[in-house]
């Protein structure tokens, strides 16, 4: 069964959908750590209140990014992962990190990547009149929000929307798509290879699974 540690910053609900398709069985894996960059965020007590280990690194502790990572990575290696889930974890990682666990850690991200990197994605969609919204899942990589696609999930936006309404919207998405790729990857059905994604030997194209 595959050890998954999943970091946050905010209120979780990607992650509790993870660990409510362990429970169930639809993952070959089980949540060993949640760990958080800031303290009293809901997705802490979700994570208490199953049973799960919870840690709190706060990134103001450290003078620098590197030092944040270097730290922030034995932590995750105290749990041996097979598995690093970044679930709404709102920091931009060092190239040492990312590289670290290459091939073994995962990001949701909510915009039809390559669009839309960084923040604000929802209302940077409404503003550019986009009829098409969505969510990636996919392997993270040194640069920022651009590591080759897993699985993406397309909604429409409506006549009238707000930023609030696309992302609870694609929220609903998410929590679908994110637990279905960590069971592909906890059953070894997915791997990040020098050509690419594979999803049980083949190789998928630029906007993952379609
Ligand atoms: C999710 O919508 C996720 O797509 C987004 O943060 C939210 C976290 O919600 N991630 C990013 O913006 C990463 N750049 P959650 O804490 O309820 O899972």
Not at 8 to 34: F, L, T, W
Not at 149 to 161: C, N, S, T, Y
Not at 175 to 186: A, K, N, Q, T
């Amino acid at each position: 069964m595959a050890r998954i540690v999943v970091l946050i910053s905010g209120s979780g609900s990607n992650m509790q959908a993870i660990v409510e398709a362990c429970e169930a069985g639809r993952i070959d894996g089980h949540v060993v750590a949640v760990i958080s960059n800031k303290a009293g965020v809901r997705g802490l007590d979700i994570a208490a209140e199953a049973g799960i280990a919870t840690e709190v690194l706060s990134h103001k502790d450290y003078p620098t990014r590197e030092a944040y990572d270097a730290e922030l990575q034995k932590l995750i290696d105290n749990y041996r992962p097979d598995l690093v889930v970044l679930a709404g974890f709102m920091r931009i990682l060092t190239a040492d990190f990312a590289t670290h666990y290459h091939g073994r850690m995962l990001n949701i991200h909510p915009s039809l990547l390559p669009k839309y990197t960084g923040i604000n994605t929802h209302q940077r969609a409404l503003d550019a009149g986009d009829t098409e919204h969505g969510v990636s899942v996919h392997f993270v990589t040194e640069e920022l929000d651009a590591g080759p696609v897993i699985l993406q999930a397309r909604v429409p936006v409506f006549e009238g929307d707000t930023a609030q309404d696309l992302q609870q919207r694609v929220q609903t998405q998410e929590h679908g798509i994110y637990p279905l790729v960590v069971s592909w990857f906890c059953s070894g059905r997915l791997k990040l290879t020098d050509a690419g994604v594979e999803l049980d030997g083949e190789l998928l194209g630029p906007a993952g699974y379609a």
